[in-house]
């Protein structure tokens, strides 16, 4: 799906590197992190360094892409479930000396 | 059953909770929806801020005011759902459907500019930005 034929005609292209953009962007728009911007800027270079016939840089920037997405991905879902965490015990604990110490 | 399969089925589950909780639950008076730690360290918005609450006016068919909380967001959500039906496509029922679009370099090019200049202009003190913010 992510393959398609190259325009360059020196020998066989290797396959299109995957550029992460789509879920670069869903990190950027859901783990509110600017890591997910690094990522996009990586899936650009992916597909210029293709298009430029320099297969080696958009392997390497595909690579780059997908440990930015990964950690904006992994900061995001582990910031989310520090503060529903954090929520839960202030609410539980208020609630427990409200109701032992201020009937 | 393939990766890509159990992919799938791993995001529609999540999808259609998150769906759920989102259309139950305001984010606006319920305190256990996370705050962006970007806002929470700095106190400015990131390209990000507001997505939750634009889920929920969308949800709700309120286009105009998911676009207020964040117009990434709703701007977003074609092309996020178009890049869906390519994978599941692909992987369910055999197509062989290209995602060009996101192969364009000026298309990762033009989404970076766009969401950089959101980014700034969002939380710009001028009021003829503050449609903008979260």
Redesign the interface.
């Known amino acids: 799906?992510?393959q398609?034929i190259p325009p360059q005609n020196t020998g066989i292209p290797p396959v299109?590197p995957k550029?992460w953009?789509?879920e670069s962007?869903?990190v950027?728009?859901?783990?509110?992190?600017?890591f997910?911007?690094a990522g996009?800027?990586f899936?650009?270079q992916?597909?210029?360094k293709y298009?430029a016939g320099d297969y080696a840089s958009a392997e390497k920037a595909s690579r780059q892409a997908k440990t930015w997405t990964l950690v904006a991905f992994i900061?995001g879902i582990a910031?989310?479930l520090i503060?529903?965490i954090i929520?839960?015990t202030t609410?539980f604990f208020s609630a427990m000396f409200n109701h032992h110490f201020y009937p | 059953m393939s990766i890509a399969r159990i992919k799938i089925l791993l995001i529609s589950i999540a999808v259609l909770a998150l769906g759920l909780l989102y259309y139950l639950y305001n984010p606006v008076g319920h305190?256990?929806f996370?705050?962006?730690?970007?806002?929470a360290l700095t106190g400015l918005d990131?390209?990000?801020?507001g997505?939750q609450r634009a889920l929920y006016a969308l949800l709700h068919g309120h286009l105009l005011q998911a676009a207020a909380y964040?117009l990434?967001?709703v701007l977003?959500l074609p092309?996020?759902i178009y890049?869906a039906v390519?994978?599941a496509g692909?992987h369910l029922f055999g197509k062989?459907?290209?995602?060009?679009i996101?192969?364009?370099?000026w298309?990762?090019?033009v989404?970076?500019v766009f969401?950089?200049l959101f980014?700034i202009l969002r939380n710009v003190p001028f009021s003829c930005f503050h449609w903008m913010a979260a």
């Open positions: 799906m992510e398609s299109r550029n953009l789509v962007i869903l950027t728009i859901f783990c509110c992190l600017p997910g911007i996009i800027v899936a650009s992916v597909n210029s298009d900061i910031s989310a503060w529903i929520a839960m609410t | 305190s256990f996370p705050e962006c730690p970007f806002y990131c390209p990000g801020c997505s964040n990434l967001f977003a092309f996020i890049s390519i994978f692909n062989r459907w290209n995602q060009n996101f192969y364009k370099p298309f990762a090019k989404a970076l969401i950089l980014w």
